[in-house]
């Protein structure tokens, strides 16, 4: 169990935030193809225009400036169903049309830069290796348990992820978070007396989370971040919210009873999944980025 506590930004306020955990499986729905009748391509295109219109409205930004977090969403949206097209030449030219859009300086040269580089759209220097129509790809990257890459990539199932080390930052369009630190106690306690034992062994995680929506957003660690070791899902059982403002950065603990065998893989293979804010996925058509937190480094 933890206490949610303002470190950044607005507010002074702390909120206590219970979350003790088991290995009970849960099925999480992640982005799939465009819907029945709906072309792919079409898909891309509708993005495309998307994109367009935030940038017909919003700001024209300075050389220094971030890419607004509403518009990096739809440029995510866009490489997302880029990759839904089973013939991406189709689609190229929306792609290159909305990268014209981009020009005009409603978002900063590296956003620019990420979209042509993930559709392959634009070939340079800093396109990964796998070529065109792959580029964006995690293992193609290197992000992956062998190689041990950071940055943001195309998951197997067409999930879009950012990866990060313990204790780097994962930067999404709506959120940073950061895996601070890893313990494995037996048992929880609170106020110097014991709460409850494990029945294995409990990981506990001290998180740092940023907002970086323009609205309020609630934490629920009961749907939103999920533990797997060596290959098995864990998710805290008890559930808390916790409302994070604007620009506001909390730092709390979320607890997942494991068997004490799978506790060994936190130095070579776990992973922290922490999904997008229920707020941030009604800004685009498809859901935000997914961040994955390495529990090793």
Do not use: H, K
Request: net charge negative; glycine share 10%.
């Amino acid at each position: 169990m933890g206490r949610w506590t303002t470190i950044a930004a607005i507010g002074l306020a702390s909120l206590a935030f219970t979350a003790c955990g088991s290995g009970e499986t849960q099925v999480v729905t992640v982005p799939g193809p465009a819907a029945e009748g709906e072309p792919a391509a079409e898909g891309v295109r509708a993005v495309s225009e998307q994109l367009s219109e935030a940038c017909l409205t919003g700001p024209v930004l300075e050389e220094d400036e971030q890419t607004p977090a509403a518009t990096e969403i739809v440029v995510d949206d866009l490489i997302r169903a880029f990759y839904l097209v089973d013939d991406r030449s189709s689609a190229e030219d929306d792609v290159r049309e909305a990268l014209q859009v981009l020009d005009g300086g409603c978002v900063s040269s590296a956003t620019a830069r990420r979209l042509a580089v993930a559709t392959g759209v634009e070939e340079g220097d800093d396109l990964p290796e796998g070529g065109p129509g792959q580029p964006f790809d995690c293992d193609a990257q290197g992000i992956n348990v062998d190689e041990g890459e950071e940055g943001t990539c195309v998951a197997a199932d067409g999930q879009l992820v950012t990866v990060a080390d313990r204790g780097s930052p994962a930067t999404t369009p709506a959120m940073e978070i950061t895996l601070v630190d890893v313990e494995t106690p037996p048992s929880l306690s609170r106020e110097g007396r014991t709460s409850r034992r494990a029945g294995g062994v409990f990981v506990l995680l001290t998180l740092q989370v940023r907002n970086r929506l323009e609205e309020p957003v609630e934490f629920d660690a009961a749907s939103q971040v999920e533990l797997q070791l060596g290959g098995d899902r864990y998710f805290s059982e008890e559930a808390g919210t916790t409302t994070i403002e604007p620009g506001e950065e909390r730092e709390g603990t979320v607890a997942f009873d494991v068997p004490e065998n799978a506790a060994d893989d936190l130095d070579t293979n776990g992973n922290v999944f922490f999904l997008p804010f229920e707020e941030a996925r009604g800004l685009g058509d498809d859901e935000a980025t997914t961040a994955v937190l390495r529990t090793y480094e």
